[in-house]
Nanobody, 130 residues
Framework: EVHLVESGGGLVQAGGSLRLSCAAS????????IGWFRQAPGKEREGVSS????????YYSDSVKGRFTISSDNAKNTVYLQMNDLKPEDTAVYYC???????????????????????WGQGTQVTVSS
């Protein structure tokens, strides 16, 4: 059975940091790309960052580039999202998701599309106060 379990969310002041973790089980981790998405109330779910477990390629949305860092520990089947210099607009429920990796070019084109992700975690709340 597939499980993606996020942890590390919480309440932080603007300018602070959090590290989210996504622990995966039940599938061959190296064959998948892992994406972090977020959804704020009344807004669509958006891609934040993703990483290819196969070749380590990383991707970031413009809104978090330079502030967030995604990394993967393949030995632990875990992906991390280090979030620095948090802003109130980063407040959302953060989800991790897994998409079968069809190659570097495919993942580069599609890593921010929710429709390519087969498995999703339950989400973790991040709240940034001003």
């Amino acid at each position: 059975e597939v499980h993606l379990v996020e942890s590390g969310g919480g309440l932080v002041q603007a300018g602070g940091s959090l590290r989210l973790s996504c622990a995966a089980s039940g599938f061959t981790f190296d064959d998948y790309g892992i994406g972090w998405f977020r959804q704020a109330p009344g807004k669509e779910r958006e891609g934040v960052s993703s990483i290819s477990s196969r070749d380590g390629s990383t991707y970031y949305s413009d809104s978090v580039k330079g502030r967030f860092t995604i990394s993967s520990d393949n030995a632990k089947n875990t992906v991390y999202l280090q979030m620095n210099d948090l802003k109130p607009e980063d407040t959302a429920v953060y989800y991790c998701a897994a998409a079968f990796w069809y190659g570097s070019r495919w993942y580069e084109r599609n890593n921010r599309m929710t429709s390519v992700y087969e498995y999703w975690g339950q989400g973790t709340q991040v709240t940034v106060s001003s």
